[in-house]
């Protein structure tokens, strides 16, 4: 599967972004991971291919939301409440593990270029 992240920018504390994620077909489990400067890649949410049972990461739990739409083979990441620790690059993910390990990044078999989202306080 082909993945292209798109949406990133510049944006102020409080405010939101929407990111996407065009894939080429939509059969896995999709995610989002973002990577800080300087420090490892973390998750931050994921979804099954029926668009049910998200997972999210407890620091964005409540402020963003992950979703899919199969016709559109595209995931979005609707992120709100947006805080300067957010600040990353986004990379979208697909692959097909469990539930209890839609945190774990090696279990994605296929990574988007990355979207940068800044915010400024």
């Known amino acids: 599967v082909q993945l292209q992240a798109s949406g990133g920018g510049l944006v102020q504390a409080g405010g939101s972004l929407r990111l996407s994620c065009a894939a080429s077909?939509?059969?896995?489990?999709m995610g989002w991971f973002r990577q800080a400067r300087g420090k490892e890649r973390e998750f931050v949410a994921a979804v099954n291919s029926r668009n049910s049972g998200p997972v999210y990461a407890d620091s964005v739990k409540g402020r963003f939301t992950i979703s899919r739409d199969n016709t559109k083979n595209t995931m979005y990441l609707q992120m709100n409440s947006l805080r300067p620790e957010d600040t990353a690059v986004y990379y979208c993910?697909?692959?097909?593990?469990?539930?209890?390990?839609?945190?774990?990044?090696?279990?994605?078999?296929?990574w988007g270029q990355g979207t940068l989202v800044t915010v400024s306080s």
């Open positions: 077909e939509s059969r896995y489990v």
């Open positions: 993910a697909a692959g097909q593990p469990i539930r209890s390990a839609y945190r774990s990044a090696e279990m994605y078999t296929a």
